[in-house]
């Protein structure tokens, strides 16, 4: 078996531009056409992403749902909607959520890649730093209790954030 830090990535990166299983999309709870990487990977996927988002209808805060990839080069998109900060605890619950949500649905897909942006850190207010321990810690606890093999990337925006994931990931023991 793969051992943890192997099956996690920090790159700096448009997320529209990977040939994955699966991207991320930092959606709103509406699935509206959105701003930030929710325009970018619509406008990259063509308007059958926005037909498909439409016939869903909706997305509730902390949960995921999943389309076709269309005109992008990843096969699929997975859309989950943060919480607009507030700095609650049960609006980092939400924000965890948005990750393992996205996991169970990539499992039960067979994803084998799945490229996560900064959810929550854009339009929705999210320090960068306090997300992304929250980010990474649900991710390594799910990747660590499920059977699958997969191999995420946290795909960031800024120099800055993709140091902060690579410190989280050089930090995990490699046994
Ligand atoms: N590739 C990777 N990351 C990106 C890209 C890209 N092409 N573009 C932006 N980011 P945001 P949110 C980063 O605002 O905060 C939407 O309009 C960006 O630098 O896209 O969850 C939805 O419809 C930031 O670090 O998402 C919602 O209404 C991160 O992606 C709302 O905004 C997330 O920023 C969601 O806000």
Redesign the pocket.
């Known amino acids: 078996m793969t051992v943890l830090p192997d099956r996690l990535t920090a790159i700096e990166a448009?997320?529209?531009t990977l040939a994955v299983d699966a991207i991320v999309n930092?959606?709103?709870a509406q699935l509206?056409p959105?701003?930030?990487?929710?325009?970018?990977i619509r406008r990259a996927a063509g308007p059958k992403l926005t037909q498909a988002t439409a016939r869903i209808g909706a997305c509730p805060t902390g949960t995921a749902v999943i389309t076709g990839g269309y005109d992008l080069p990843a096969r699929h998109v997975i859309h989950t909607a943060?919480p607009v900060w507030d700095g609650s605890e049960k609006q980092d619950a939400l924000l965890a959520s948005c990750y393992t949500s996205a996991l169970i649905l990539a499992d039960a897909h067979g994803i084998a890649s799945i490229a996560f942006?900064?959810?929550?850190?854009?339009?929705?207010g999210?320090p960068s730093e306090h997300a992304a321990k929250i980010a990474f810690g649900a991710v390594v606890r799910h990747l660590s209790a499920s059977a699958a093999q997969n191999t995420v990337i946290f795909?960031c925006?800024s120099a800055d954030?993709r140091e902060r994931y690579a410190h989280l990931i050089a930090a995990l023991p490699r046994t």
């Open positions: 448009d997320i529209t930092a959606a709103n509206l959105g701003g930030g990487v929710d325009g970018a943060a942006p900064a959810i929550g850190t854009g339009i929705y999210w795909c925006f954030d």
